[in-house]
């Protein structure tokens, strides 16, 4: 993840100068080609991997057992059940992080190339926060990792209410990136600490779906949110 954010970094700097280089929507359109070109490659590569054979234990189940299964996890393992509310929490909180790009541009009226160095920032804060946040990992767990992420994210909304100038808002998006990057380094690894191997798909099914169906609600929040107070 740092060494595919140290190319994010590269990328943001070229996309700022792009939109400083071209007009709409010719700007877009090339930042479209370019995205669509490295995905490509990026999925001839994917194609090329092979995953290593597990040797984890198959549980057959059918289709009611596994829901049995599911509410039995739910509502006996505490730990997980605390975990996977934190969850959800913390994607109704973070539906914010969407605004902060249209915040800087209707507050101070930022160029469109401006963004591309907060895009900038963003993955720089991703790099730092993978390769701190994942040695903290490795030595304490990751519940603290998650934990610095999401005190990042919540300092990354303070400095955007009160703070005067969009140069601040380049703090946000480090901020923000730091708590981006507890994602891949801890929220999806944490699971792993929750059962045996065996179990870990089915753990994490349910996280990912609790997390997934607040994830669609919360947009929809954020604007309805958005649209009352504008």
Not at 20 to 32: A, G, L, Q, W, Y
Not at 115 to 133: D, E, H, K, P, W
Not at 168 to 193: A, C, H, R
């Amino acid at each position: 993840m740092f060494i595919g954010n140290g190319m994010g970094i590269f990328g943001s700097l070229l996309s700022a100068w792009l939109l400083r280089s071209f007009v709409f929507p010719n700007s877009f359109i090339i930042h479209f080609l370019i995205a669509a070109t490295f995905f490509f490659f990026s999925w001839i590569f994917l194609g090329l991997t092979r995953e290593p054979t597990s040797e984890a234990d198959i549980v057959e189940q059918d289709w009611k057992s596994y829901r049995k299964d599911l509410w039995q996890i739910f509502y006996s393992d505490l730990n997980f059940r605390s975990y996977v509310i934190a969850n959800v929490i913390i994607t109704l909180g973070a539906m914010g992080g969407g605004f902060f790009t249209i915040s800087s541009i209707k507050r101070f009226n930022i160029p469109d190339s401006t963004v591309g160095f907060y895009t900038f920032a963003l993955l720089f804060g991703q790099s730092i926060g993978n390769l701190i946040l994942g040695k903290l990992a490795d030595k304490h767990g990751h519940k603290q990792s998650m934990e610095i992420g999401i005190l990042a994210n919540l300092l990354a909304f303070i400095i955007a209410v009160v703070m005067p100038s969009p140069e601040f808002y380049f703090i946000v998006f480090f901020l923000y990136g730091i708590y981006m990057s507890t994602g891949i380094v801890s929220s999806m690894l944490v699971v792993w600490e929750f059962c045996p191997i065996s179990r870990v798909p089915t753990y994490a099914g349910l996280s990912n779906t609790a997390k997934g169906i607040t994830g669609l609600v919360a947009p929809l929040l954020a604007s309805l949110i958005a649209a009352r107070t504008n």
